[in-house]
């Protein structure tokens, strides 16, 4: 399910990320669509809807939602590829869907502060307004900073590094590969709408760092062994239950984006109709009660 080119491998080791165009087909991303459209924007009051966080729309569990997702991810041939990163067997580590729901200012240079690979597929594109990851080559080979969440990088490193940021561009598709250890931020996004689906492949070594997923059985009718074993299946430690967000809890508008103005409209109507029903005295309910009788 994935093209991968020969200069890969070489490109993550020097430059700690690798860009490509049509590495994952046409065909494979229409069949992940079609599987996402109807949870795109169905809100998370289920459980199996978008959740939002860092004002994106975001499905942890992607996997249940889109078998063709999870196939791809555990294909033979990506696994070969982080196998020969990491230089040991791999866990699928994350699967999920963002979607940018606002502009953002740009992110904080940082690194990611662990031995994992990450993989972004663009399923909108992206260019300068969608808000693009921009990383710094070779910085994966600099100070190594593990933590539970990740590592800033001060603009006095930044300098000292005498480098550019590449930025990711592209078309539908494209795919960014990257070291967890590679500096690098997100550009302020203008314009929202940018779509990705995020992996990551963890070291066997690591695995109790990897987040607990779920699955559908349809999914996993097709896979062989080793790809039920990039699962986890053969372990007998879990990881964690879910990633440990530092959720807001400030209301915005972008927490309403799911619901239309009508239901909000709506809502907001009732809402001010029960609590002056709630204020007014008993005896000039009655009162209104009988003068509505009578009027009737």
């Not at 999914?219 to 990039?230: D, E, G, I, K, N």
């Amino acid at each position: 399910m994935w093209v991968v080119p020969d200069e890969m491998l070489a490109k993550i080791d020097i430059d700690g990320f690798y860009v490509g165009e049509n590495i994952v087909s046409e065909a494979v991303l229409k069949r992940i669509n079609d599987e996402l459209a109807p949870w795109r924007n169905v809100p998370a009051l289920n459980g199996y809807g978008c959740q939002i966080h860092s004002d994106d729309a975001l499905i942890q569990n992607l996997a249940l939602l889109s078998p063709t997702a999870l196939k791809m991810a555990v294909d033979d041939s990506v696994l070969n590829v982080m196998e020969k990163v990491l230089k040991e067997p791999v866990l699928l580590g994350k699967i999920e869907y963002r979607r940018a729901l606002v502009p953002k200012d740009e992110m904080p240079t940082h690194s990611d502060g662990n031995d994992d690979n990450g993989v972004f597929i663009y399923l909108s594109g992206v260019n300068p307004r969608l808000g693009p990851t921009a990383l710094l080559p070779g910085t994966h080979r600099r100070e190594k900073n593990r933590n539970k969440g990740y590592a800033p990088v001060s603009i006095q490193k930044e300098r000292e590094a005498g480098i550019s940021f590449v930025p990711v561009d592209g078309k539908p598709g494209v795919c960014l590969f990257f070291n967890g250890h590679i500096w690098h931020k997100r550009l302020e996004t203008i314009q929202s709408g940018r779509e990705l689906i995020w992996l990551t492949y963890t070291p066997l070594s690591r695995a109790k760092n990897c987040v607990e997923l779920v699955f559908s059985r349809t999914a996993l009718q097709s896979l062989s062994q080793r790809q039920r074993a990039a699962l986890g299946f053969e372990l007998t430690q879990t990881g964690k239950p879910a990633e440990d967000f530092n959720q807001s809890r400030k209301i915005t508008p972008a927490s309403l984006h799911f619901l239309s103005d009508g239901f909000l409209i709506q809502t907001l109507f009732f809402r001010a109709m029960r609590h002056i029903r709630a204020v007014i005295p008993r005896p000039v309910k009655r009162l209104i009660r009988r003068l509505i009788t009578r009027a009737a």
